[in-house]
Each structure stands twice: as structure tokens, then as C-alpha cells.
């Protein structure tokens, strides 16, 4: 297993190119994977599933299996900008973008931790889980960017993906993500779609016994 850290993660450098990050930028990060394997599973969670989507697209003579756990391709929901879950998402990046060009990433981390975890959870971590959040939120600047502004159609997606494609999603997740798995199944209903009941979009941290075994369970299948 090969778990890469995308731009501001981990030993891999802030984002510092001056032209607006695009998911192509993260994928280029994971040449050399593509280079010494040659068939692999993608598993890609949030902002690494869009990440991994882009990556199966650019690769996919190489991709066995592509699990999306909640991916976040929000532009796509963008030809009904008067939907309830496209307005979550422009208001949570405005929040993000404000904040950041402001430095108050203390109000940005509270709205996004509330909005991905429910209202008030950012209130019931304690002041050095805060202060990690915050150091931790600040590539999502950034990211944005890919997940508002990434131009390829949901027909070219459909086109240019694995058939065998999986998402995976929670019952109790919010709107905007509820919203991109509606129109996944809609445009593209020979992928396949799993639901999990409890654990919501942090699922993978905070379910992990309830998210493995799905994983497992669609790595296992043929």
C-alpha cells in the first residue's frame, strides 16, 4: 500500500506555483507509482477522491479498481447552482478563500469542522486538537480551486473512468456530497454505489471498523 501526501501534507512542500492549483498538479505527484506498478487500485477519500478520479482518468490503462469514498467534484453541481448542496459548497469556500486571504483561519476551521462534523464540534475539541486543525486545514486554500474550477464534463468522466468504479457513501453525510452522488448515479449507473449508515464525510477517521471492511469487500470481489 502507497499512501502519497498531497501538496501541504506530510514532507511535501506547501503549494507555491503561481497559476491556480488544478487536480492535475496532485496527480503529478504520483508518477513514479505509475511508473513501477503496473496495475493498481486507487482508493481516494474527499479532495483525494476527486485526486484520484483525475489520476484513474490520466492512467487508466493501469487502474484496476477506483473506490471513491465521498468524492468532491463540486463543479459539477454547478448547472444547478440553486441547489441546496451547491450552496453549501460556494459557502464553504467562500469561508475558506475569506479566511485564508484574512489569516483568521480560526473562524474558516470552525465552519468547516462544524459543517463536516456536525454543529459544535469545533467547540468540544480542546485547544491543541484546535490549534492541529488549524495548521492541518490550510492546503484546502487551495484546493478549492480544483474542486470549483476543474473544467472536464461529468460525459467525459463517464467515458473516461474504470468501469470498475465504486462509491461509497454515508446515509448521514451532508447535502453537497449527497447532491454529487446523486448525479454520479444519474449520468453513470454502471458504476456501483455502496451506503454506510453511521459516521457521516469523516467516515474513514472516525469508522474505520465500519469503512475497511467495505473496501476489503470491493478489493476482494471480481
Known amino acids: 500500500m502507497i499512501a502519497p501526501n498531497l501538496y501541504g501534507y506530510g514532507a511535501t512542500s506547501a503549494w507555491s506555483k503561481p497559476h491556480r492549483q488544478k487536480l492535475t498538479d496532485h496527480v503529478s505527484l504520483l508518477e513514479r507509482v505509475f511508473v513501477d506498478e503496473p496495475k493498481i487500485n486507487i482508493i481516494g477519500h474527499s479532495f483525494g477522491g476527486s ?3 483525475m489520476a484513474a482518468k490520466i492512467h487508466k490503462p493501469r487502474i484496476n479498481k477506483l473506490i471513491l469514498i465521498e468524492p468532491n467534484p463540486f463543479y459539477l453541481l454547478s448547472n ?3 441547489s441546496d448542496g451547491y450552496k453549501e459548497a460556494v459557502a464553504l469556500c467562500d469561508v475558506i478563500k475569506r479566511n485564508g486571504d484574512k489569516g483568521t483561519w480560526s473562524i474558516a476551521v ?3 469542522a462544524d459543517y463536516w462534523n456536525g454543529n459544535g ?3 468540544s475539541m480542546d485547544k491543541e486538537r484546535q490549534d492541529k486543525l488549524i495548521s492541518a486545514l490550510k492546503p484546502n486554500y487551495h484546493e478549492w480551486d480544483c474542486v470549483m474550477k476543474e473544467t472536464v464534463s461529468i ?3 463517464t467515458h473516461s473512468l474504470p468501469t470498475n468504479t465504486t462509491i461509497l ?4 453525510t451532508v447535502q453537497s456530497i449527497k447532491d454529487i452522488n446523486s448525479l454520479f448515479q444519474s449520468k453513470i449507473p454502471g458504476w456501483s454505489y455502496m ?3 453511521d459516521g457521516g464525510h469523516m467516515a474513514p477517521l472516525t469508522h474505520a471498523h465500519i469503512i475497511n ?3 476489503e469487500r470491493v478489493l476482494e470481489s471480481k
Do not use: H, T
Open 51 to 53: 485526486v484520484a478520479m
Open 80 to 82: 444547478n447552482q440553486e
Open 110 to 112: 470552525k465552519y468547516f
Open 121 to 123: 464540534n469545533w467547540e
Open 155 to 157: 460525459e467525459e468522466w
Open 169 to 172: 457513501m454515508s446515509e448521514d
Open 195 to 197: 451506503n454506510y449508515g
Open 213 to 215: 471492511p467495505l473496501i
